[in-house]
């Protein structure tokens, strides 16, 4: 079946993010002056204050996280709010190694609350959609 | 009106780095280089800035992207002439005390904008939360309070969101127009379906179809209206983030700064308050908000609400029109919360017409637990 969930459309500032996440690798953008990695990327620090804000540049993580928060999104009843979405599926803020937090789903057969400790520890894996989008996600360690 | 000749002054202005044919760059990326810009043009920074202007994009969405967390923002967007209009409303803030630096920004890819038909599938959501399936805020919400319960503790949680809703029922069957007719008991609230664990059907507000309106006039001008005026003794806003997943704190809305605010402008603590009217648009919005205004501590709305304090005859009165939980909820439901304070204040309210009704407070929360504004009303 075709993939028909929404799809991101990279732009000129995550084009490295999203082809590096084809090849399995998740990358973030870092602040020089902050010394700090942060997502979502772009090109200009989001800190405030930051000394430099257009001394940014790309780094690699490691794919390593914790669970922050989640939800089960259409839990023992199976209703998803969007076509093309399977419930139940879990919908998670993911902590990474590097510092910053990111939106992704958990990865798990048969998602309960009690499979789900916040603080679990996490590893990303990739879900290729289309010949030009993986999706970062993650799975318990 | 005030005089405001001569009160503010344009200080920097700048274009985006290129402007023309920008192949790689979307509209944000056009907003917040023409911002760091203009800035760097009047010698000041983004963190000087505290009033937000733009047109056809959110705020929430650009103060995010920027980095900055603005106490006043205005997205009015009425075509090309939008930021020139944006000018006088950024003077009779500055004047009012709103803002100190209002920011003005534009961008618009509009030749190069890579997006598929029908959306504009480039912005940090839909590029970053919506594959995922965050679509609707009963998932965003869901997962705030999953942090709260984390932190405070699952059962104690629960307990408190399962109060707000019986409660807030209650007071939807004093309002004749009210969407939901029947009671609601205990088992009612913990057997309903789960929309998105942790949240069952009955955390989550209706959805409705309806409309309201208020009308502001002058003080002097507002003795010869025909009811009680309902005066605004403060107002205060603000917004944190655009997206759940970039919420400073799951646990804490932008109501820790524009409640204290809104109070102090009033000049009341919360002693004062006869009706406090928090927007709910799930039972946990109510918990973190009570906390954010700061009538009980971080953790302790569960015990705030317990035994059912906010439902008719207890001694907190909140949402006494049902609430958007179980009175109306046709997607903004600040509107309602406005409407419901004045009546009380104005003792209209009939079979559900609190006793004491001198002060209330209204607060309103937007986005994915982003935004909020603050306001005291208070009749002579």
């Known amino acids: ?141 | 009106m005030t005089d405001l000749r001569k009160t503010a002054a344009i200080v920097g202005v700048d274009e985006s780095d290129e402007i023309g044919k920008v192949p790689d760059k979307s509209n944000l990326q056009h907003h917040a280089e023409a911002a760091h810009n203009a800035l760097a043009d009047a010698g000041l920074s983004l963190k000087d800035v505290d009033g937000l202007f733009t047109a056809g994009t959110s705020t929430l969405q650009l103060g995010e992207y920027l980095g900055v967390k603005p106490s006043f923002v205005d997205t009015t967007a009425v075509g090309g002439s939008s930021f020139i209009i944006h000018i006088a409303h950024a003077i009779a803030a500055i004047d009012a005390g709103y803002c100190d630096v209002a920011l003005v920004t534009h961008g618009e890819a509009g030749r190069s904008m890579r997006s598929r038909p029908g959306g504009n599938a480039s912005d940090p959501d839909p590029q970053y939360q919506t594959p995922y399936g965050f679509i609707g805020q009963p998932v965003a919400y869901s997962m705030a309070a999953r942090r709260y319960m984390h932190m405070y503790g699952e059962d104690k949680t629960r307990q408190g969101m399962a109060e707000i809703a019986v409660a807030t029922r209650k007071w939807a069957l004093k309002h004749p127009k009210s969407y939901m007719k029947d009671e609601m008991s205990f088992d009612d609230y913990h057997n309903s379906r789960w929309i998105s664990w942790p949240f069952h059907l009955l955390d989550c507000c209706l959805v409705t179809d309806a409309g309201g309106a208020f009308v502001i006039t002058s003080a002097e001008r507002a003795k010869d209206t025909a009811k009680k005026p309902g005066y605004i003794l403060g107002a205060a806003e603000g917004q944190t983030h655009g997206m759940i997943s970039q919420m400073p704190d799951l646990t804490r809305t932008n109501a820790v700064n524009s409640g204290p605010k809104a109070m102090e402008m009033a000049g009341i603590t919360h002693s004062d308050i006869d009706l406090a009217m928090i927007y709910d648009s799930f039972t946990y919005t109510v918990m973190a908000t009570l906390e954010s205004l700061g009538f009980c501590g971080p953790g302790e709305a569960a015990d705030f609400v317990a035994n059912q304090r906010t439902a008719p005859g207890g001694d907190f009165a909140m949402n006494t029109n049902g609430g958007g939980l179980s009175h109306t909820h046709s997607g903004m439901y600040g509107m309602f919360l406005i409407l419901e304070a004045v009546r009380q204040l104005r003792g209209e309210c009939g079979d559900r017409q609190i006793k004491d009704h001198n002060i209330a407070l209204v607060n309103g929360t937007g986005g994915s637990l982003s935004s909020t504004g603050t306001t005291v009303l208070a009749v002579d």
């Open chain 1, 1 to 141: 079946m075709a993939y028909n969930k929404p799809i991101p459309v990279p732009q000129g500032e995550s084009d490295v993010y999203w082809q590096n996440a084809k090849k399995g690798e998740l990358w973030l953008r870092y602040c020089n002056s902050c010394k700090e990695a942060y997502f979502f990327p772009t090109d200009i620090c989001r800190a405030i204050p930051c000394a430099n804000p257009r001394d940014t540049k790309w780094i690699q993580a490691s794919g390593k996280a914790t669970l922050y928060t989640f939800a089960i999104v259409g839990y023992e009843t199976g209703k998803a709010p969007h076509p093309g979405f399977e419930a139940p599926y879990v919908t998670a803020i993911v902590e990474l190694e590097e510092g910053p937090t990111m939106p992704t789903n958990i990865v798990m057969d048969d998602p309960t609350p009690e499979k789900l400790q916040i603080g679990m520890p996490l590893e990303v894996v990739f879900e290729d959609i289309t010949d030009e989008i993986a999706l970062p996600k993650f799975k318990p360690v």
